[in-house]
């Protein structure tokens, strides 16, 4: 109980979620390449179980590299946000923006597009809250963000890239759980 589950693909799985949060019960529920539509199949198991103080999202990345159109990343937010409202009425959801990479750039402009979808969704609804971390990843960058996010292949996050995430997700969990 209080426990925070991250959800997602590849770049929640391979986050060291002790080391983000030392003093915080997280639960690691990344697996790589998984889409919002994994989420929304493997429910009862990435959710259903606990009783956590927020959720945390990562999803999306995926999904549009498998063709997914932003409207479809949208409508598969809203299908597992609603969801996990259901069971879990009070307890805040954190979707976090679809990262931009070198690896995936040309698909940046629909998986912004989908970005904005959900973060309108997000302010539309209590307890849902979309955490931008893309705006700091492209800051000063001129097209793709700059190598330093990001390890080897350029679409998983450097330490550097879940420094910065980290902050984003504290800065909104505390305005979330005040």
């Known amino acids: 109980p209080g426990a925070i589950p991250f959800v997602g693909s590849s770049s929640i799985r391979m986050w060291d979620l002790a080391s983000s949060w030392p003093r915080t019960a997280t639960i690691n529920n990344g697996f790589g390449g998984s889409t919002l539509a994994d989420s929304i199949h493997y429910f009862d198991r990435l959710f259903a179980p606990y009783s956590p103080s927020a ?6 990345d995926n999904d549009v590299a498998k063709g997914l159109s932003a409207e479809g990343v949208a409508a598969d937010f809203e299908t597992l946000a609603t969801r996990i409202s259901s069971i879990l009425p009070e307890t805040p959801i954190l979707f976090l923006a679809i990262k ?4 995936r750039w040309k698909l940046w402009p629909e998986m ?7 973060a309108a969704q997000c302010a539309a609804i209590d307890d849902w809250y979309f955490a931008d971390i893309a705006t700091p990843m492209l800051k000063d960058a001129e097209a793709a963000p700059k190598a330093k ?9 450097s330490g550097w890239g879940y420094a910065m ?5 504290n800065k909104l969990l505390a305005k979330a759980q005040a």
């Not at 959720?55 to 999306?60: K, R, S």
């Not at 931009?100 to 690896?103: C, T």
């Not at 912004?112 to 959900?118: F, S, Y």
Request: proline share 3%; net charge negative.
């Open 149 to 157: 996010w990001f390890v080897e292949d350029g679409l998983h996050l």
């Open 112 to 118: 912004n597009r989908a970005n904005e979808l959900v």
């Open 100 to 103: 931009p990479s070198e690896a």
């Open 165 to 169: 995430w980290t902050e984003v997700v």
């Open 55 to 60: 959720v945390i999202l990562y999803a999306g």
